[in-house]
């Protein structure tokens, strides 16, 4: 039966970085702590990975790898066996007979990962790993069911300057002008573009080092 992971969002790391995580273990070896040095990838991928390792109960909070981690990273264990045993020790919907995983919907797999925690893009991230893990193990799930498109913030709109009278088609007014360019953004608004948003969904770590940046950032632009 599976235990409930309160207060942590169920995996939404790329699954294919799992793979390649687990892959890499085979291959080298399992050490003695699973700590984000030996994770490869940017310091959200080491986070999202930490925290994917976590919820499956592959990892302990002292980063020490559990049995079943050693396990899965024997080059002679049955991958697929091992991963379903992982999967419904891990996700609680799985035991507790709440969905017909064979015979469902989008919608209705969506609603139990957001019982679970996920919210916003991160449902769509969730859903994508879930699947593409439950495939590999061999559990069944209906054909429609498929990870929703993750939400977007909408871009920035190109704003036209505009000038009484002007003809829209080309810009250029009716007296032969063309209309003023636009003002172009300070540093400080072209640096706070390309800053990550924030995603309530990252670990305490994560969220302080956001903040701090964040912070360090306004006292620059200060």
């Not at 309160?6 to 050490?31: D, H, M, Q, R, W």
């Not at 015979?103 to 209705?108: L, S």
């Not at 996920?118 to 893990?133: E, I, P, W």
């Amino acid at each position: 039966m599976a235990e409930a992971n309160k207060n942590v969002t169920p995996p939404y790391a790329s699954y294919k970085s799992f793979t390649n995580f687990i892959n890499g273990l085979k291959e080298n070896g399992c050490p003695s702590h699973i700590t984000r040095s030996i994770i490869p990838g940017s310091n959200s991928g080491k986070a999202m990975m930490a925290a994917t390792l976590r919820y499956l109960k592959l990892i302990n909070e002292k980063d020490e790898p559990s049995s079943m981690l050693k396990q899965l990273t024997d080059s002679d264990a049955n991958y697929g066996e091992l991963l379903r045993e992982i999967l419904t020790h891990s996700y609680a919907f799985l035991n507790d007979e709440s969905i017909d995983l064979k015979n469902t919907t989008t919608d209705k797999v969506a609603e139990k990962f957001k019982e679970l925690g996920a919210s916003g893009s991160t449902v769509s991230k969730c859903m994508a790993f879930f699947l593409a893990a439950a495939k590999d193990a061999g559990i069944e799930v209906s054909q429609y069911v498929k990870a929703p498109a993750p939400v977007r913030a909408n871009p920035a709109r190109k704003v036209r300057s505009r000038v009484k009278g002007g003809n829209a088609s080309n810009g250029v007014s009716q007296s032969g002008c063309e209309p003023p360019a636009p003002p172009k953004n300070t540093w400080q608004e072209q640096l706070l573009a390309k800053f990550p948003e924030f995603d309530p969904s990252w670990d305490d770590e994560t969220r302080r080092k956001w903040f701090d940046a964040f912070q360090e950032l306004m006292s620059k632009g200060g």
